[in-house]
């Protein structure tokens, strides 16, 4: 029989969630990239494709990770690169302060919300 699993914590629990379903609107956004034709001239469009699949991938490793400091500091980068991605297409703007703003209310909020539940907590609980 196997162990039984740890509860991972509020914070983890929010964290992968947005990193869940930004991964595939990042996804779509390569898509975007690529029938738009906004790349550069030197790179070939279908770049689009596999970047915003990589990015996709790497936010749902990410998710699974989440439960640790480093975790949240690749999010964090990840979330600046979805940013910088408005700069190909200016709609993944939105998807930036969308999910950037889910991202960091999960990774903010989230702690305190577990302090004042654990504080509120009846003891032996």
Do not use: C, K
Not at 28 to 50: F, H, N, Q
Not at 56 to 65: D, H, L, N, S, W
Not at 103 to 119: H, K, S
């Amino acid at each position: 029989m196997s162990a039984p699993r740890t509860r991972r914590s509020l914070t983890a629990q929010l964290a992968a969630i947005v990193l869940v379903f930004e991964s595939v609107v990042v996804f779509l956004g390569g898509l975007v990239a690529y029938g738009l034709r906004v790349l550069p001239e030197s790179v070939a469009p279908w770049w689009g494709i596999v970047g915003g699949a990589v990015l996709g991938v790497v936010m749902i490793a990410t998710g699974g990770v989440a439960h640790t400091r480093a975790g949240i500091v690749i999010g964090w980068a990840l979330q600046g690169l979805v940013a910088l991605s408005a700069f190909l297409v200016p709609g993944m703007l939105l998807v930036a302060l969308v999910f950037g703003g889910m991202w960091a209310y999960a990774t903010i909020q989230g702690p305190r919300i577990e302090r004042r539940a654990r504080d509120a907590a009846p003891e032996g609980e």
